[in-house]
């Protein structure tokens, strides 16, 4: 292998983080083997290879970054908390951090929707149709693909070049709550094939286990429920 491994150099020199390089895209340079991750990444390389692969010295390895998943009732939060006080690195709750620039993204796409209608119409009024009716959720005018592409592009605003050395929780079930979401919608907001598609898998993953017993203490408050169910019966057999 190269001085990158098996790594992709061009994510490593465009984007500060090690992705793995695909088998199709391996090529030959001074007489190293060096792995690109897309094909566009590959086409770039072979016109400029000098420029990702420093002949001075190794290249710079990205900070650690250390994502640690598990099923509800895992503690994941709490042991995220626990690793990022040990090491004196932050904390990085991606859910929440990734819904907010989701969020801003479809605000920026709605806005631009706005005004692409409001061109269209010239100088009539644009809101005359919402008027006397019901608030109709605004159009961001993107379709599947779009949507599916600005997740990519919200993941990379949350994981790119500015993320240092931290614990990132893996914690990522919201949307298995929406029932509105349809199974195409939720793989596009997978936490799996989003780090793929956005080539930002994390240097170590912990996947945290417990069994069914342990998860459900931890998820619930059993003795609640068995007053809540104790309350219930004594007034059902009154």
Request: proline letters at 5%; a negative charge.
């Amino acid at each position: 292998w190269g001085t990158c491994g098996p790594y992709c150099p061009v994510t490593l020199y465009q984007d500060f983080w090690l992705f793995p390089g695909q088998k199709d895209f391996q090529h030959v340079f001074r007489n190293q083997v060096y792995a690109l991750a897309t094909e566009a990444f590959s086409e770039a390389f072979l016109a400029e290879p000098v420029k990702y692969v420093p002949m001075e010295q190794e290249p710079t390895v990205p900070p650690p970054r250390i994502m640690i998943v598990g099923p509800t009732g895992a503690n994941v939060t709490k042991q995220c908390e626990m690793l990022s006080q040990l090491y004196r690195i932050p904390l990085l709750s991606l859910w929440a951090a990734w819904t907010e620039k989701v969020d801003k993204r479809l605000n920026l796409a709605r806005a631009a929707r706005k005004a692409e209608i409001f061109e269209a119409l010239g100088d009539g009024p644009a809101d005359d149709a919402a008027e006397g009716g019901e608030e109709e959720e605004e159009d961001d005018g993107l379709d599947e693909d779009g949507k599916a592409e600005l997740y990519v592009e919200a993941m990379k605003d949350v994981l790119g070049k500015h993320t240092g050395a931290c614990v990132i929780d893996g914690t990522f079930f919201g949307d298995l709550k929406n029932e509105e979401l349809d199974d195409g919608a939720k793989a596009a907001r997978s936490l799996h094939n989003l780090l793929l598609a956005a080539r930002r898998l994390p240097d170590l993953t912990l996947i945290l286990k417990c069994k069914h017993d342990t998860a459900a203490r931890t998820a619930f408050d059993l003795d609640a429920i068995d007053r809540e169910y104790n309350k219930k019966k004594e007034a059902w057999l009154k």
